[in-house]
């Protein structure tokens, strides 16, 4: 039996399509405060990719939390806090 044949098949990531807090609002209607303010909350997960200093969101998350689907794990932002909240 080669290695090959043995080894599972590579299955690609679904690509993620990450919004700023900008597009966010604009997608959902809502001010960029509102978003920051949920998020902030803890009702919108976003991130905060290593060595960025801008908060993103994954549109599936997004439209999980619109449809009242949302699920929110505690550790997305790396520190626990959402940068920028209440500016």
Do not use: C
């Amino acid at each position: 039996m080669s290695p090959q044949s043995s080894a599972r098949p590579l299955r690609k990531a679904a690509a993620r399509r990450w919004l700023s807090i900008r597009e966010a609002a604009e997608y959902t209607g809502f001010s960029t405060r509102g978003i920051r303010q949920h998020i902030a909350n803890g009702n919108l997960p976003a991130y905060l990719p290593r060595g960025s200093r801008v908060l993103r969101i994954d549109m599936r998350d997004l439209e999980d939390w619109l449809t009242g689907e949302g699920r929110v794990p505690s550790a997305h932002l790396g520190n626990g806090k959402a940068a920028g909240a209440g500016r």
